[in-house]
Structures are given as C-alpha cells and as structure tokens.
T-cell receptor
C-alpha cells in the first residue's frame, strides 16, 4: 500500500542552523513526490516537487529510491521558515495526493 | 482573481443537521479534491473528481457526498453531521490528477456540536 511517513511532529531549531525534515514513503513503482507548506493563517501551497529538482526558498529535496526517502533540507534556517510541512505523493491509481501527517518546523532566534 | 474559493470560512453546526461546503475554481482544472485536516492525522482525502461528471471515494468518505456537475464547482455535503466531523476542510484542484501542482482553498473550519 502507498503511504507517506513523517516521523517528526515537531522540529525546533535556531536561526542559522541546518534543517532536515524527514519523509519516507512506500510505493510500488516510480512515485511522484512533493513537499507542501502551510504558513500560519495561509493556505497550503506547493514548495517543491522531485521531478523539477529545483531549490525553492533555499530548500532542496532529493529522492532516494534505495532508502525510499524524500527528505527536505535547508542549510541555514530562517525564522520565516516556521510553518507546517507536508510530504505527499501521487497515489498508485493516479487519482489524488496522499499526504503525510505533517511536521511543524519552529525556527527561533 | 484566478484561484479556488471555499465557503463558508467557518461554521458551527448542530449535530444531525445537513451542511454543504462550497468550492469553486476558475482555473479550468480537471481534477478537484476534498481533504480534511486534523491535528496529528494530517490531510486525509475524502472524495475526489478527476473530471466533470465523475467522482471517487478517498480514504475517509463515510458521512460525506460530493457532486461534480461542471468543471468549476465541487460541493461537499454532510447529510447528517456528527461531532467527529469537526475539522478543517480543504478543497483543492489540479490541472490533471497526476504529478501536477494542486492548488488549495483557504479552508473551512467546521465545528459540529
């Protein structure tokens, strides 16, 4: 069965520290993986997708098929990065996104 | 302004009452979705529609129904609300169902008492 696991409910770091938000998945075949972010009082929005291999707001994520992971990383956290982050993949049937339970990132000065 | 709009923004509803959450998009997206967001459970798919005239069940469809009479609208109906349906509901749309960006509404906070 397809599943997305985000093991951390909350990640607290200091400004300037490196950040890694973990995401593991189970999927048969080649998954389409995404990271979505929800800032306080804002709607959920796409942060990045693995097929684009892009860096958005300093965040990157690499698909590791061997470890079935898609961890989100940023070398130096900023206070404005504080938000809820969701890892997601397209389900096997190709009908919708499956989300993990989310990780709250808190960056303090 | 192009986008996806939900109404109402919030609602307090008596148990047993019927309620329809509205969702409209003007991006001509084929696929639309309803999710509920609960603390510690993340976003769970309720129902989806890959194109006008078709709908499908998600992970938690019980107690909810949807219709997709046209491309733009995707209402979610609670036939007889129960307290466990207290949640934040998000509507979303995407151009196609697979591998493309999903755009989300601002959410509807529903409290069933």
């Amino acid at each position: 069965a397809q599943r997305v696991t985000q093991p951390e409910k909350l990640l607290s770091v200091f400004k300037g520290a490196p950040v890694e938000l973990k995401c593991n998945y189970s999927y048969s075949g080649s998954p389409e993986l995404f990271w979505y972010v929800q800032y306080s009082r804002q709607r959920l929005q796409l942060l990045l997708r693995h097929i684009s291999r892009e860096s958005i707001k300093g965040f990157t994520a690499d698909l590791n098929k061997g470890e079935t992971s898609f961890h989100l990383k940023k070398p130096f956290a900023q206070e404005e990065d504080s938000a809820m982050y969701y890892c997601a993949l397209t389900n096997q049937a190709g009908t919708a996104l499956i989300f993990g339970k989310g990780t709250t990132l808190s960056v303090s000065s | 302004i192009a986008g996806i709009t939900q109404a109402p923004t919030s609602q307090i509803l008596a148990a047993g009452r019927r309620m329809t959450l509205r969702c409209t998009q003007d991006m001509r997206h084929n696929a639309m979705y309803w999710y509920r967001q609960d603390l510690g459970l993340g976003l769970r798919l309720i129902h989806y529609s890959n194109t006008a005239g078709t709908t499908g069940k998600g992970e938690v469809p019980d107690g909810y129904s949807v219709s997709r009479a046209n491309t733009d609208d995707f209402p979610l109906t609670l036939a007889s609300a129960v307290p466990s349906q207290t949640s934040v509901y998000f509507c979303a749309s995407s151009l196609t169902e697979k591998g493309t960006e999903a755009f989300f509404g601002q959410g509807t906070r529903l409290t069933v008492v």
